[in-house]
Each structure stands twice: as C-alpha cells, then as structure tokens.
C-alpha cells in the first residue's frame, strides 16, 4: 500500500524527528487488511505513508524521522474506548481538567488513544454541571477525549443497576440541548431505554446529532425493532441491565441478535459476560457489530478496596466490583487491552478482529472518521502490540506517550 495521494511536507524543513518511521512489523490497517513485513509512516499531522518493507529503503536513509524496528510485532490503530467512566480513583462525573487527562495518560498503559468520558444519573441541575465541567476539556497528555458518553438518565428503574432511582426520568429533548449548549457539543453518546414515554420520540429528533444506545431497559423485541428504526445506533453492555432472551417473552437481547445493523458493546472480563457466551455473540454476531469496552469504574489501576462511584459505596476485590451489602456487579476494572486478549484466548479471535471490535467499529459508530484505521492521511494514532496484546509503543496524533 502506497501513498494515494501526494502530500506537501515543506513544514518539515528544518525540524527534527517529527516524522516516525515503524517498520518490520505486521501493520493490522482495519478488519481485513493487513501488511506482513510492513512499516508505516508518520508525523503531527498524520499517517503518510504505509506499504511492503520492501519499498521503504529510502526510508531507512531519511535522517529525519525517529525509527523503531518493530521486530514482528503488530503495528495497529490505537484503541477506543467508548464506555469507561474512570479509573485510577477518579470518576468522570466529578473530575477537573487535570484530572481527565491523569486518567488519559493511564490509559496509554492499555495502548487505548481515544475514549469517550462516560456519566452516570443525577439530578438535572448535576447532570448540567457535569457536562459544562467535562465540556471545558483541554488536552494536555495521554489519550485524548473524544467526547461525553451520558449513561442515562432516561433508563429503566427495573435495570438500573448501580444507578440510583430517584434520578432517573423520561428522556427530555430540552435537558439534551442544554447539555449540548454546556458542553459545546461535546455529547457524543447517550444510553436511553426506548421504552420509556418519549423515548422513540426522542431518538427520532436527535439521532443525527448524537448516538443513540439502548441499554439499562427492560423493552420488549418488537420496542427494539421501533428503536432501530427510529434511529438507534446499538446496545449498552449487552447482556447487563436488560431484559434477556426468553423463548416466549423476547427481549431486548433477542432484539440485539436480530437487529443486524446495530452495533454491540461487549465486556470480555468474564465477570459480566461468560467466555463461552462472548464467544457465542461474536461468533454469531461477527466481529464487525461488536465493540470491545471495559465500562470501567474508578478502582481500574487501583488495589483493592472502597470506592465512591454513582453515589453508592463499591467494593473492588479479585478483579470484580459489588455495591457494598450487596451481589449486584458495579462496573468494571478490567484493562481494555486485557479484554481484547480475552477475545483471543475465549473466542478464536484474529488480530483483525481485534482491530475490528476495538478500533475501527467504536470510531464509526462515533463517526470519527479520521480515527480508528491505518490510512493514508488519517490521524496518526498508533500502537505496537505483542502477542498478548501488551502494548509497547503508542503515539497519539503522532507523538509517543510513554
């Protein structure tokens, strides 16, 4: 794969080391394609160039790009998460600047380079502030924020799940712009029980501008099938906090195995989803409608212990959650990189895959079109993977986080 169209680097002379050279590696471009002995190119300003070693002789002569010899490893767009609410102690809904981007850094620890900044339920007047708050983001370090994922408020008391009740309530078509106006439409991402009074409304007048995802719902297949076509986009963490499937009463799994154009949040932690149901889904589904998440919560990267998460006490211990007093699971503190290596080990997974699940399927759904694949001309957000998908180099918009 060569250059498909010319690029003008003349904003290069006189500067060292701004273009990256990685090379002798298997270069994962997306779900199909895949260069065996490749190398890719970049700067700042993006990928510029990617192929066969055999054409990068050149290359190898150019002083001034950084090289790293890949040594067989795979080269890959870097991951995206699209649910995760924190980690490393800190939880989106209260976090200052600094400290979204100290999540952020810690991210790269997981070869992720983007992530959407996951809300839980309140009050309207928190839910305002919390979206100016996450609205005022400026990127300093690490993964960069592609925008607010809001879990609620407009769900299921049934299948609330960790949510607090008492904040939950019909889906508000002005709640949503106000949002949007705080955050200076940095809402890229809402969960909404399509069940609920206003709800099919609702994702009929906004599926355009944000996507819509069904989750802690307790709607029926034949709701499922009038979200779809109302404009929903996929499933919160399927299989949690939601109505399953039964044989004489469908539910919203069921719709979720139907629905073929609707993508699927799943966690591979094997906390909330079974290896053998994971490998069933994906399996059946095929890895182009899955999206590898982690719904982390904010003891990620911490020992165990007691957290504060969705104003409820949570207990971490041997890599599970539970609100405290109780079995109901709480999130999760699984890295995503991990779960993308349960992919492989449970479910037969290809590294293609992988790249499928966790970085171009979350980008489109996102519609982040300059992200998520190894293109010619697109962001230069990239990972060096081993076998176990422990990332040893990571780059975002072209420069090496560490």
Not at 146 to 158: A, C, D, F, T, V
Request: hydrophobic share 35%; net charge negative.
């Amino acid at each position: 794969m060569t250059n498909k169209k010319p690029r003008n680097f003349g904003f290069l002379v006189g500067k060292k080391k701004m273009k990256t050279l990685i090379y002798n590696g298997e270069v994962i471009c997306d779900g199909t394609k895949s260069i065996d002995k490749g190398y890719i190119l970049f700067d700042e300003k993006g990928i510029i160039s990617i192929g066969d070693d055999t054409e990068f002789v050149d290359l190898l002569n150019n002083a001034d790009s950084e090289k790293i010899d890949a040594k067989g490893l795979w080269i890959t767009p870097g991951l995206t998460d699209i649910h995760n609410h924190g980690g490393i102690g800190y939880d989106f809904v209260s976090c200052n600047n600094d400290e979204v981007n100290e999540i952020a850094k810690s991210l790269i620890l997981e070869g992720v380079t983007g992530f959407l900044a996951s809300t839980t339920v309140d009050t309207v007047e928190e839910m305002a502030e919390m979206a100016k708050r996450l609205g005022s983001y400026s990127y300093q370090d690490g993964a960069m924020c592609l925008g607010i994922h809001m879990e609620g408020p407009y769900m299921s008391e049934k299948y609330r799940a960790v949510m607090r009740e008492e904040y939950l309530r019909d889906a508000d078509e002005d709640e949503y712009r106000n949002w949007q106006k705080l955050s200076n439409d940095f809402v890229k991402s809402i969960t909404i029980a399509p069940e609920r009074n206003g709800s099919l409304e609702f994702i009929k007048a906004v599926k355009d501008e944000v996507a819509i995802m069904i989750g802690h719902t307790d709607a029926t297949v034949d709701v499922i099938h009038r979200a779809k076509e109302a404009g929903a986009k996929g499933f919160t963490h399927f299989y949690n906090a939601m109505s399953q499937h039964l044989h004489r009463t469908p539910g919203v799994v069921t719709g979720g195995f139907l629905e073929d154009e609707l993508y699927c949040e799943l966690i591979c932690d094997g906390v909330h989803v079974d290896k053998d149901v994971a490998r069933m889904t994906i399996k059946t589904m095929s890895p182009k409608r899955i999206v590898l998440i982690t719904d982390a919560m904010p003891g990620k990267g911490m020992a165990d212990g007691r957290f504060m998460f969705c104003k409820n006490w949570i207990i971490k211990e041997n890599g599970a959650t539970c609100i405290e007093g109780e079995s109901r699971i709480a999130g999760s503190v699984m890295p995503l990189n991990e779960v993308c290596k349960n992919a492989f080990q449970w479910c037969g997974c290809s590294i293609n895959d992988i790249v499928q699940m966790a970085c171009v399927n979350p980008n489109e759904l996102l519609k982040e079109s300059e992200k998520g694949s190894l293109e010619i001309e697109k962001d230069a957000d990239v990972g060096v993977f081993d076998e176990k998908m422990n990332p040893q180099y990571v780059f975002v918009n072209g420069v090496r986080k560490k």
